[in-house]
């Protein structure tokens, strides 16, 4: 009957050390560790309007502006619960938003931001790593932290910062 032509298989179950350790043996061992994502940076051409649409149309929690004039750029942060969205808007003719404006006139995600427990040891293990660096030293971000930011063409397309927990 019916039984006989269904085939059972049996799910092969892995238990929790076994995916752990094949995981963790792709790691390699560094003297900084990679904390959690901390937020995502959206370049708006409009930070009265972005800001709205957060807070008015989603219902979300947002910060007051504030101004970071050794980054050039003004910034607005969204609280997720488990993360943040920043917003980021020119603050001068040479601000690098302004530039990545004029190429993205809509806006759009300028880069992500992780937190790291040894900024310094990361800047010297990812520089032994041909990783480049934008900047020689870390500057304060929005954060009041220390921030470096990795170039894009060596973290696959994408502006990386880091920023020390």
């Not at 040891?121 to 500057?139: G, V």
């Amino acid at each position: 009957g019916l039984l006989s032509r269904l085939q059972i298989s049996t799910p092969t179950v892995r238990t929790p050390s076994s995916s752990s350790k094949s995981f963790s043996q792709n790691i390699p061992s560094c003297l900084w560790k990679l904390g959690r994502l901390n937020h995502v940076a959206i370049a708006v051409p409009d930070l009265e309007k972005a800001q709205s649409f957060y807070k008015d149309v989603l219902g979300a929690q947002v910060s007051e502006t504030v101004a970071l004039p050794e980054h050039g750029v003004y910034t607005v942060f969204v609280e997720l619960g488990n993360t943040k969205l920043e917003l980021l808007h020119p603050l001068g003719e040479k601000s690098p938003i302004a530039s990545f404006l004029q190429k993205n006139k809509t806006g759009g995600m300028h880069h992500i931001c992780i937190e790291v427990d040894d900024i310094k040891a990361a800047m010297t293990e990812l520089k032994e790593k041909k990783i480049r660096i934008l900047s020689e030293e870390p500057k304060i971000g929005a954060h009041g932290k220390p921030v470096i930011f990795l170039h894009p063409k060596d973290c696959h397309g994408v502006l990386v910062e880091l920023e020390q927990a």
